[in-house]
Protein backbone atom coordinates (compact mmCIF):
# COMPACT_ATOMS: atom_id res chain seq x y z
CA UNK A 1 0.00 0.00 0.00
CA UNK A 2 1.07 3.35 -1.15
CA UNK A 3 0.76 6.12 1.74
CA UNK A 4 -0.03 9.88 0.76
CA UNK A 5 4.03 10.63 1.32
CA UNK A 6 5.54 9.83 -2.59
CA UNK A 7 5.42 13.41 -4.56
CA UNK A 8 6.16 11.54 -7.95
CA UNK A 9 3.16 8.39 -7.27
CA UNK A 10 -0.38 9.24 -6.86
CA UNK A 11 -2.44 7.49 -4.00
CA UNK A 12 -2.92 4.20 -6.79
CA UNK A 13 0.71 3.79 -7.60
CA UNK A 14 -0.09 5.38 -11.18
CA UNK A 15 3.10 6.91 -12.56
CA UNK A 16 2.67 10.81 -12.26
CA UNK A 17 2.60 11.56 -15.89
CA UNK A 18 3.82 14.50 -17.73
CA UNK A 19 2.99 16.97 -15.12
CA UNK A 20 5.79 15.75 -12.93
CA UNK A 21 4.30 16.43 -9.47
CA UNK A 22 1.17 15.84 -8.30
CA UNK A 23 -1.01 17.38 -5.58
CA UNK A 24 0.03 16.21 -2.40
CA UNK A 25 -3.13 15.59 -0.76
CA UNK A 26 -6.03 14.38 -3.00
CA UNK A 27 -8.94 16.02 -3.57
CA UNK A 28 -12.46 15.23 -1.30
CA UNK A 29 -14.09 13.87 -4.97
CA UNK A 30 -14.05 10.85 -6.50
CA UNK A 31 -10.45 10.24 -8.30
CA UNK A 32 -11.15 8.48 -11.64
CA UNK A 33 -8.82 5.64 -11.60
CA UNK A 34 -8.48 4.02 -14.78
CA UNK A 35 -8.69 -0.13 -14.59
CA UNK A 36 -5.06 -1.56 -14.26
CA UNK A 37 -3.70 -5.30 -13.66
CA UNK A 38 -3.65 -6.22 -9.84
CA UNK A 39 0.24 -5.05 -8.96
CA UNK A 40 2.01 -7.76 -8.89
CA UNK A 41 3.77 -8.63 -5.29
CA UNK A 42 7.19 -8.37 -5.53
CA UNK A 43 9.13 -11.99 -6.12
CA UNK A 44 10.84 -12.22 -3.07
CA UNK A 45 10.81 -16.11 -1.80
CA UNK A 46 11.42 -17.21 1.50
CA UNK A 47 14.80 -18.22 1.98
CA UNK A 48 14.07 -21.93 2.37
CA UNK A 49 12.96 -21.78 -1.13
CA UNK A 50 15.59 -19.43 -2.35
CA UNK A 51 17.69 -21.99 -4.77
CA UNK A 52 15.16 -23.48 -6.89
CA UNK A 53 12.31 -25.03 -7.27
CA UNK A 54 13.63 -28.11 -8.89
CA UNK A 55 12.01 -31.51 -6.65
CA UNK A 56 15.54 -31.85 -4.81
CA UNK A 57 15.86 -28.73 -3.16
CA UNK A 58 11.86 -28.50 -2.64
CA UNK A 59 11.92 -31.71 -0.53
CA UNK A 60 15.44 -32.60 0.19
CA UNK A 61 18.21 -34.33 0.21
CA UNK A 62 18.96 -37.79 2.37
CA UNK A 63 22.31 -39.29 3.36
CA UNK A 64 22.86 -43.14 4.00
CA UNK A 65 24.25 -46.06 3.47
CA UNK A 66 23.82 -49.89 2.55
CA UNK A 67 25.56 -52.66 3.61
CA UNK A 68 24.97 -56.70 2.44
CA UNK A 69 26.58 -58.88 5.43
CA UNK A 70 26.34 -62.20 3.13
CA UNK A 71 27.64 -64.50 5.63
CA UNK A 72 24.93 -63.34 8.57
CA UNK A 73 22.33 -62.67 5.77
CA UNK A 74 21.81 -59.23 7.73
CA UNK A 75 20.89 -55.83 5.16
CA UNK A 76 22.33 -52.75 7.41
CA UNK A 77 20.57 -49.91 6.92
CA UNK A 78 22.36 -46.72 8.51
CA UNK A 79 20.15 -43.77 8.32
CA UNK A 80 22.55 -40.40 8.18
CA UNK A 81 20.51 -37.03 7.74
CA UNK A 82 18.12 -35.63 5.87
CA UNK A 83 18.74 -31.83 5.04
CA UNK A 84 16.64 -29.09 3.72
CA UNK A 85 13.49 -31.02 4.42
CA UNK A 86 9.95 -29.38 3.23
CA UNK A 87 8.50 -27.50 6.01
CA UNK A 88 5.53 -29.61 7.06
CA UNK A 89 3.94 -28.12 9.67
CA UNK A 90 2.33 -24.51 10.61
CA UNK A 91 5.79 -23.67 12.61
CA UNK A 92 7.72 -23.81 9.22
CA UNK A 93 9.12 -27.28 10.70
CA UNK A 94 8.57 -30.65 10.86
CA UNK A 95 9.16 -34.06 13.10
CA UNK A 96 10.93 -36.36 10.39
CA UNK A 97 11.83 -39.87 10.71
CA UNK A 98 12.51 -42.62 7.87
CA UNK A 99 10.58 -45.61 7.11
CA UNK A 100 12.15 -48.75 5.26
CA UNK A 101 9.92 -50.59 3.21
CA UNK A 102 11.17 -53.94 1.38
CA UNK A 103 9.71 -54.33 -2.09
CA UNK A 104 7.99 -56.54 -3.02
CA UNK A 105 6.36 -57.37 0.15
CA UNK A 106 3.88 -56.48 2.53
CA UNK A 107 4.13 -57.79 5.77
CA UNK A 108 5.33 -55.46 8.79
CA UNK A 109 8.38 -57.88 9.21
CA UNK A 110 9.27 -55.86 5.50
CA UNK A 111 8.85 -52.36 7.50
CA UNK A 112 11.49 -50.93 9.70
CA UNK A 113 11.67 -47.34 11.07
CA UNK A 114 13.89 -44.51 12.56
CA UNK A 115 12.93 -42.59 15.71
CA UNK A 116 11.39 -39.16 15.17
CA UNK A 117 13.36 -35.90 15.74
CA UNK A 118 11.05 -32.73 16.52
CA UNK A 119 10.98 -29.66 14.98
CA UNK A 120 13.52 -29.60 12.48
CA UNK A 121 14.23 -29.76 8.84
CA UNK A 122 17.99 -31.26 9.11
CA UNK A 123 17.57 -33.89 11.66
CA UNK A 124 20.37 -36.44 12.01
CA UNK A 125 19.90 -39.83 12.89
CA UNK A 126 22.82 -41.53 12.61
CA UNK A 127 20.93 -45.12 13.24
CA UNK A 128 21.35 -48.56 11.86
CA UNK A 129 18.21 -50.63 11.19
CA UNK A 130 18.74 -53.86 10.06
CA UNK A 131 16.82 -56.90 7.93
CA UNK A 132 17.52 -59.87 8.91
CA UNK A 133 17.15 -63.27 6.68
CA UNK A 134 18.07 -61.69 3.53
CA UNK A 135 19.53 -63.81 0.92
CA UNK A 136 21.43 -63.58 -2.50
CA UNK A 137 18.10 -63.92 -4.42
CA UNK A 138 16.27 -61.03 -2.17
CA UNK A 139 19.40 -59.01 -2.98
CA UNK A 140 18.76 -59.57 -6.84
CA UNK A 141 14.85 -59.06 -6.80
CA UNK A 142 14.13 -57.00 -3.74
CA UNK A 143 13.98 -53.00 -4.06
CA UNK A 144 14.41 -50.72 -0.69
CA UNK A 145 12.02 -48.11 -0.44
CA UNK A 146 13.26 -45.39 1.69
CA UNK A 147 10.98 -42.56 2.76
CA UNK A 148 11.13 -39.54 4.55
CA UNK A 149 7.86 -38.66 7.03
CA UNK A 150 6.70 -35.96 9.05
CA UNK A 151 5.23 -37.20 12.32
CA UNK A 152 2.03 -35.40 13.51
CA UNK A 153 0.22 -35.76 16.30
CA UNK A 154 -3.76 -34.97 15.71
CA UNK A 155 -3.62 -36.36 11.87
CA UNK A 156 -1.90 -38.91 9.59
CA UNK A 157 1.49 -38.52 8.99
CA UNK A 158 2.22 -37.05 6.51
CA UNK A 159 4.57 -38.15 3.27
CA UNK A 160 7.54 -35.75 2.54
CA UNK A 161 9.58 -37.93 0.10
CA UNK A 162 11.01 -41.10 -0.75
CA UNK A 163 14.21 -42.98 -2.87
CA UNK A 164 14.14 -46.34 -4.12
CA UNK A 165 17.45 -49.15 -4.21
CA UNK A 166 17.22 -51.60 -6.33
CA UNK A 167 19.69 -53.54 -4.04
CA UNK A 168 21.40 -55.76 -6.91
CA UNK A 169 22.97 -52.24 -6.77
CA UNK A 170 25.14 -53.19 -3.66
CA UNK A 171 27.91 -55.70 -3.42
CA UNK A 172 28.03 -58.10 -0.97
CA UNK A 173 30.27 -56.64 2.12
CA UNK A 174 30.60 -53.79 0.91
CA UNK A 175 29.41 -50.49 2.71
CA UNK A 176 27.74 -48.23 -0.40
CA UNK A 177 27.45 -44.70 0.60
CA UNK A 178 24.18 -42.61 -0.75
CA UNK A 179 23.28 -38.83 -1.08
CA UNK A 180 20.12 -38.48 -2.48
CA UNK A 181 17.42 -36.19 -3.54
CA UNK A 182 14.18 -36.84 -2.12
CA UNK A 183 11.41 -37.66 -4.83
CA UNK A 184 7.83 -37.20 -4.68
CA UNK A 185 6.14 -40.50 -4.07
CA UNK A 186 6.05 -42.90 -6.66
CA UNK A 187 2.94 -43.60 -7.88
CA UNK A 188 2.53 -47.16 -6.69
CA UNK A 189 -0.24 -49.06 -8.39
CA UNK A 190 -1.87 -51.25 -5.38
CA UNK A 191 -3.24 -53.85 -7.65
CA UNK A 192 0.05 -53.76 -9.84
CA UNK A 193 1.78 -53.89 -6.32
CA UNK A 194 0.09 -56.99 -5.46
CA UNK A 195 0.69 -58.70 -8.55
CA UNK A 196 4.21 -58.22 -8.42
CA UNK A 197 4.30 -59.29 -4.78
CA UNK A 198 5.06 -62.85 -4.39
CA UNK A 199 4.33 -64.26 -1.28
CA UNK A 200 6.15 -67.65 -1.32
CA UNK A 201 5.24 -70.97 -3.69
CA UNK A 202 4.03 -73.94 -2.46
CA UNK A 203 3.97 -77.46 -4.16
CA UNK A 204 0.73 -79.35 -4.12
CA UNK A 205 -0.66 -82.72 -5.59
CA UNK A 206 -4.14 -83.30 -6.11
CA UNK A 207 -5.54 -86.86 -6.83
CA UNK A 208 -9.59 -87.40 -7.35
CA UNK A 209 -10.49 -90.66 -6.02
CA UNK A 210 -13.51 -92.13 -7.20
CA UNK A 211 -13.24 -95.49 -5.70
CA UNK A 212 -13.12 -93.12 -2.09
CA UNK A 213 -14.91 -90.28 -4.15
CA UNK A 214 -12.42 -88.36 -2.18
CA UNK A 215 -10.35 -85.39 -3.44
CA UNK A 216 -6.82 -86.19 -1.58
CA UNK A 217 -4.67 -82.76 -1.15
CA UNK A 218 -1.13 -83.44 -0.56
CA UNK A 219 1.20 -80.74 0.85
CA UNK A 220 5.01 -81.17 -0.51
CA UNK A 221 6.57 -77.76 0.32
CA UNK A 222 7.16 -74.27 0.13
CA UNK A 223 10.04 -72.24 -0.66
CA UNK A 224 10.65 -68.45 -0.74
CA UNK A 225 7.64 -67.69 1.65
CA UNK A 226 7.23 -64.13 2.59
CA UNK A 227 8.44 -63.54 6.37
CA UNK A 228 5.77 -62.69 8.27
CA UNK A 229 7.72 -62.67 11.91
CA UNK A 230 10.42 -59.76 12.92
CA UNK A 231 13.13 -61.86 12.84
CA UNK A 232 12.73 -62.67 9.26
CA UNK A 233 11.19 -65.96 9.32
CA UNK A 234 7.89 -67.45 9.40
CA UNK A 235 6.18 -70.46 11.69
CA UNK A 236 3.94 -71.78 8.45
CA UNK A 237 1.12 -73.80 8.71
CA UNK A 238 -1.29 -74.83 5.77
CA UNK A 239 -5.03 -74.48 5.75
CA UNK A 240 -7.24 -76.45 3.22
CA1 LIG B 1 2.50 -31.96 9.48
CA1 LIG C 1 4.61 -32.73 12.45
Redo the contacts with the bound molecule.
Keep these: MHGHSGPQVDGDGNPAGVLGSVQPSPGPGPVPSPARPPAKPPEDEPDADGYESDDCTALGTLDFSLLYDQENNALHCTISKAKGLKP??HNGL??PYVKLHLLPGASKANKLRTKTLRNTLNPTWNETLTYYGITDEDMIRKTLRISVC???KFRHNEFIGETRVPLKKLKANHTKTFSICLEKQLPVDKTEDKSLEERGRILISLKYSSQKQGLLVGIVRCAHLAAMDANGYSDPYVKT
Aim: glycine share 0%.
Design positions: MDADDED
